[in-house]
C-alpha cells in the first residue's frame, strides 16, 4: 500500500524540549515537505528537499531542522528556539513527474505544555 | 508574487444545495492550480487538479475549470452531501527549481441534513 505516514498522531512535550517528527514515504518520490498549520489558517512551508542529501529552507524555518538521508524519509526536529510550537505538522512528498501534485500524510499534532 | 484567495468561510449549506466556492490567485508563468480537503483531525487529500487554461479538473462530483482570463478556480458541486463538510484549500504551484504549492487560507463547509 503505497503512501505516506507520519508517526505520532499526538505528541506532547514540556517546553525547552527538543522533539523530531516522523515522515516516511513509499511512492518513490524525490520531493519531500513539512508545513505548519494553525487554527483556521492555511498551510506555511517549514522546509523541502529535492533529493536525498539536500534540503531548502521555506518561509518559516527557524526554530526548526530537517535531514534528509534516505530517499523515504524525512524527519522534522522542532528546537527549543522555536517560539509556538503547539501547531499541526503535515508532511508531504511529489515528483516533478506529477506536474507539481503533493500528495500528504496523516499529520502530527504537537502540544507544547 | 505567487499568492492565493479563497472565499471567507465558514460556509454553510443545506443537503442537496449547490456548492460555490471562489478562488482566485496571482501568478507569475503558468501554474498548475489543485484544490485540496481537508477532514476533521486529518491531512490534505487531493479532490482535483487542472494543470493548463481552460482544463477542469473534476472528482466525487466537484468540479473546478482553470481561467486564465479570470485568474479562477472556483469549486462547484452540484449537490452536496453531509460528508462533504470539511475544509477545502485552493493551492497553485510555484516551479523555479522546486515544485512548491502556495495555499489559500482554507474555506470551511458544513452542511446540514
Known amino acids: 500500500d503505497g503512501g505516506i505516514t507520519q508517526s505520532p498522531k499526538y505528541l506532547f512535550r514540556k517546553e525547552g524540549q527538543n522533539v523530531t517528527l516522523s515522515c516516511e514515504q513509499n511512492?518513490?518520490?524525490?520531493?519531500m515537505y513539512w508545513y505548519r498549520q494553525d487554527p483556521g489558517q492555511g498551510l506555511r512551508l517549514i522546509y523541502y528537499s529535492q533529493i536525498v542529501n539536500d534540503f531548502q529552507k521555506g518561509d518559516i524555518a527557524e526554530g526548526y531542522s530537517v535531514s534528509r538521508e534516505k530517499k523515504e524519509s524525512f524527519p522534522l526536529t522542532v528546537t527549543s528556539a522555536q517560539k509556538n510550537p503547539t501547531a499541526f505538522y503535515l508532511c508531504?512528498?511529489?515528483?516533478?513527474?506529477?506536474?507539481?501534485?503533493?500528495?500528504f500524510g496523516p499529520g502530527t499534532r504537537l502540544t507544547v505544555l | 508574487g505567487n499568492s492565493v484567495t479563497q472565499m471567507e468561510g465558514p460556509v454553510t449549506l443545506s443537503e442537496e444545495a449547490f456548492l460555490t466556492i471562489n478562488c482566485t490567485y496571482t501568478?507569475?508563468?503558468?501554474?498548475?492550480l489543485f484544490w485540496y480537503v481537508q477532514y476533521p483531525g486529518e491531512g490534505l487529500q487531493l479532490l482535483l487538479k487542472?494543470?493548463?487554461?481552460?482544463d477542469k479538473g473534476s472528482n466525487k462530483g466537484f468540479e473546478a475549470t482553470y481561467r486564465k482570463e479570470t485568474t479562477s478556480f472556483h469549486l462547484e458541486k452540484g449537490s452536496v452531501q453531509v460528508s462533504d463538510s470539511a475544509v477545502y484549500f485552493c493551492a497553485l504551484s510555484v516551479t523555479r527549481g522546486a515544485q512548491k504549492l502556495v495555499f489559500g487560507q482554507g474555506t470551511r463547509l458544513t452542511i446540514n441534513p
Open positions: 501568478a507569475t508563468g503558468y501554474p498548475s
Open positions: 508531504a512528498s511529489g515528483t516533478s513527474g506529477d506536474r507539481d501534485t503533493q500528495y
Open positions: 487542472a494543470t493548463k487554461a481552460d
Open positions: 511512492l518513490n518520490h524525490d520531493a
